[in-house]
Nanobody
Framework: QVHLVESGGGLVQAGGSLRLSCAAS????????MGWFRQAPGKEREFVAA????????YYTDSVKGRFTISRDNAKNTVDLQMGNLKPEDTAVYYC???????????????WGQGTQVTVSS
């Protein structure tokens, strides 16, 4: 069982930055791939970024490439999402997820956090 808690969301102006963090409870955190997803009002949850268990490989959806960076610290059981040059269309609830492969679909992940709201004003 993995318990995930996101933090760091908030309100930011377009062009600004935010850093989201996800803290995991699992003793075996380093064996999990981690992902970030987001869900805007009225839309389906979508993939944002993922990172392999070692942190050696990272993957991004096209709309955030060059603006967002995913990273992890296996000693601290955390995974972060550094978001830059934020746009109003990045507004969503952001979810952290843990699974056994750094995929881009919901089905690749077995554990989910409760989410943190990110609002980008224009």
């Amino acid at each position: 069982q993995v318990h995930l808690v996101e933090s760091g969301g908030g309100l930011v102006q377009a062009g600004g930055s935010l850093r989201l963090s996800c803290a995991a409870s699992a003793r075996t955190f380093s064996s999990y791939a981690m992902g970030w997803f987001r869900q805007a009002p009225g839309k389906e949850r979508e993939f944002v970024a993922a990172i392999s268990w070692s942190g050696g490989k990272a993957y991004y959806t096209d709309s955030v490439k060059g603006r967002f960076t995913i990273s992890r610290d296996n000693a601290k059981n955390t995974v972060d999402l550094q978001m830059g040059n934020l746009k109003p269309e990045d507004t969503a609830v952001y979810y952290c997820a843990a699974g056994f492969s750094p995929g881009s679909t919901l089905y690749d992940y077995d554990y989910w956090g409760q989410g943190t709201q990110v609002t980008v004003s224009s």
